[in-house]
């Protein structure tokens, strides 16, 4: 019986599977570099985001969304050019409302509305100012 053709194939068969390996451990070197780039990336990404919501607490809030009326922003502006606490009626005044009992009160409810929100502060029954 002759062996060598069974040893050919053999080899044959070896150096297909030996660079079938090689390739595959090419494969697997750059999976590995890749796999190492993208966890280096998570490890950043976990890092800002840590950063980012450590620093959240120390920022400023924005301020706050005002009711959707176009009083509002006027009764904002009469604020900032006060030079002091004004009453409902003073605002209404600013406003050129006429001072009606139901204007007065409908101005006084926006204010306290303001108050709510953090953006006017009461200083006396019924008196209003900016919030510092």
């Known amino acids: 019986m002759n062996l060598r053709p069974l040893l050919d194939a053999l080899d044959l068969q070896e150096d297909a599977a030996r660079a079938l390996a090689d390739d595959l451990r090419g494969q697997i070197g750059e999976l590995q570099g890749r796999l190492r780039e993208a966890e280096t990336h ?68 926006k204010l306290k509305r303001l108050v709510k929100l953090g953006i006017l502060t009461e200083i006396d029954a019924g008196s209003f100012a900016r919030k510092q």
């Open 42 to 109: 998570l490890e950043h990404l976990a890092i800002t985001r840590k950063t980012v919501t450590g620093l959240a607490d120390r920022l400023p809030a924005g301020p706050p969304d005002l009711p959707e009326h176009p009083d509002y922003p006027r009764i904002l502006a009469v604020f900032h050019e006060a030079t002091g606490p004004l009453r409902a009626r003073d605002v209404c005044e600013a406003l050129d409302h006429e001072l009606l009992p139901k204007n007065v009160e409908g101005t006084r409810a």
